[in-house]
């Protein structure tokens, strides 16, 4: 069956990096749009980053904006998310998604069991 695994998570303190990975196995989503998803405590899953299915295009929600970036590498099935100068309010759960027709549409067939990260002041 299809499984996405992230990993990469944990503590760190703000201004901090991090590299979330996200390991696609099952089926290949090479000609299919990825994405990374979050959920802080208390507040509802919400977009952080998509990719195109070859990488050409990205698509930021307007808070992680010029801080994340988003990468794929089709070779391995997996998708990334660099996130640099960490803030507290970044943290949450982080959830990778996969297989949308288009890197715009926010609506995932698949998606990972998540990964914590926690931004300390």
């Known amino acids: 069956q299809v499984q996405l695994v992230e990993s990469g998570g944990g503590l760190v303190q703000t201004g901090a990096s991090l590299r979330l990975s996200c390991a696609a196995s099952?089926?290949?989503?090479?000609?299919?749009?990825m994405g990374w998803f979050r959920q802080g405590p208390g507040k509802e899953r919400e977009f952080v980053a998509s990719i195109s299915r070859w990488g050409r295009w990205t698509y930021y929600a307007d808070s992680v904006k010029g801080r994340f970036t988003i990468s794929r590498d089709n070779a391995k099935n997996t998708v990334y998310l660099q996130m640099n100068s960490l803030k507290p309010e970044d943290t949450a759960v982080y959830y990778c998604?996969?297989?949308?027709?288009?890197?715009?549409?926010?609506?995932?067939?698949?998606w990972g069991q998540g990964t914590q990260v926690t931004v300390s002041s």
């Open positions: 998604a996969a297989g949308s027709s288009n890197y715009r549409d926010l609506s995932y067939p698949y």
């Open positions: 099952g089926r290949t989503f090479s000609g299919e749009a």
